[in-house]
């Protein structure tokens, strides 16, 4: 099925909200019944929850039925007050379970105390015909569950060459949405002097870029967090495929 709307959160900061999820019915996000996980969105920034946050959804399932009728539907909408203290400290963890028409639906948060912000930027600087990045997780602050930052998705085409620096010997290629995509900065806490670690998933085509069987490559890229100040680090595959991740870090609201 297709679903669209909005999943945000509006914290004391500035009290706007701060999105995570964002489709319009135009560009709806299509789901299958074994879809567990609903890919979301960075933020613009952190998300404070120094104070009562509040956190708005309305997420909609579009019709796409051929029987005339034009009705969507809800899945969930509504809001509620998300209230942090006075919670354990020791509680990194927590979980709200939503009821709406179609079956609960849970939100799943990670809270970081004295944590600092995290904006990664990634720029492909060779990529030679039969390597792609398919996909950046982030590792916060030792935590065992992944972070999306970005993912290709099957049936992305190849098109303009990705080479800094003058001309590369060998064919170069990626995707203009690859391209577009990282362009885009990503946000993550990362609790202060702990580890943020970047998985990047390289697909390989056959040996030495020729047309065959695909295997993914992983590289980590790993960032001790401060208050401010950035760090760049390099993942190198040889002479065909180079990336440069840059994390700029900073305090929420600074």
């Known amino acids: 099925m297709s679903i669209y709307g909005f999943l945000a959160v509006r914290d004391n900061v500035d009290c706007l909200r ?57 899945l969930i909408d509504g809001c509620f007050e998300f209230k942090l203290f006075p919670l354990d400290p020791n509680i990194m963890n927590l979980k709200s ?9 849970d939100i799943e948060y990670l809270i970081l105390r004295e944590a600092v912000e995290a904006t990664v930027d990634v720029r492909i600087k060779r990529a030679v015909k039969g390597y792609h990045l398919t996909a950046v997780t982030a590792f916060s602050s030792g935590y065992q569950d992944g ?46 002097g702990a580890e943020l670690t970047l998985k990047f998933d390289v697909s390989v085509e056959g040996r030495h870029g020729r047309r065959g069987v695909k295997r993914t490559v992983s590289h980590d890229l790993s960032f001790t967090s401060r208050k401010y100040g950035s760090s760049c680090k390099a993942l190198f595959m040889g002479e065909r495929f180079e990336l440069v991740a840059d994390v700029t870090w900073s305090t929420l609201g600074e």
Not at 23 to 29: D, G, I, T, V, Y
Not at 38 to 61: C, H, M, N
Not at 97 to 105: A, K, L, Q, W
């Open 97 to 105: 379970r939503i009821f709406g028409p179609y079956g609960p639906v």
């Open 147 to 192: 972070i999306l930052l970005y993912k290709r998705w099957p049936g992305s085409s190849s098109h303009a060459a990705v080479s800094e620096g003058g001309p590369a010997s060998s064919p170069l290629s990626t995707t203009a949405a690859l391209v577009a995509s990282l362009a885009s900065s990503s946000v993550v806490a990362v609790s202060w």
């Open 18 to 74: 701060n999105y995570v999820f964002n489709h319009s019915r135009e560009h709806a996000l299509q789901i299958g019944s074994d879809s567990r996980i609903l890919p979301l969105i960075s933020p613009v920034r952190s998300i404070s929850a120094r104070y009562d946050a509040l956190v708005e959804y309305s997420i909609r399932v579009k019709n796409d039925a051929d029987d005339g009728t034009d009705e969507d539907h809800d």
